[in-house]
């Protein structure tokens, strides 16, 4: 089996407890409570992958302690950016709660995508590409 691409990458619901329980260790944790999903890429996520220009999920694997957070994605998340970020990873982990018989990594955008780059992506890419590669993750989580 090939490695998995960048852009095939999901974050496990170790992360997602991580991410969040590291912002309330950092005195963020009401901070995130109000925040969008977008608010969270462009003030947290960004910054973080500013220097690297990659994706956090690309952070993560060059991190030693850090690899198991990520794998070949599992579940393909579907979310507005406007919905406030605390309701989708609580919705996300529910999810991993309820599917303990394998292992779970979300396609969350946020984290998946290189942020720096993603939107600069040709329409081609996104009718083509994209859309086999949710297909190929086969599970669609709808928030």
Not at 8 to 16: D, R, T
Not at 128 to 139: C, P, V
């Amino acid at each position: 089996m090939a490695a998995a691409r960048p852009i095939e990458l999901g974050v496990s619901a170790a992360f997602l407890r991580e991410f969040v329980v590291s912002r309330a260790f950092a005195q963020e944790w009401q901070w995130c409570m109000r925040q969008t999903t977008n608010n969270v890429k462009e003030l947290i996520v960004m910054p973080q992958t500013k220097v690297r220009q990659c994706s956090m999920v690309q952070l993560l694997q060059e991190r030693v302690g850090h690899k198991q957070l990520v794998g070949k994605a599992t579940v393909f998340v579907s979310h507005a950016w406007s919905y406030d970020f605390m309701d989708v990873v609580d919705v996300l982990l529910e999810h991993a709660d309820n599917n303990t018989d394998k292992p779970i990594f979300f396609w969350f955008d946020v984290f998946s995508v290189n942020q720096h780059k993603g939107a600069n992506r040709s329409s081609d890419w996104w009718r083509t590409t994209f859309r086999q590669m949710i297909e190929d993750i086969g599970e669609v989580l709808l928030v």
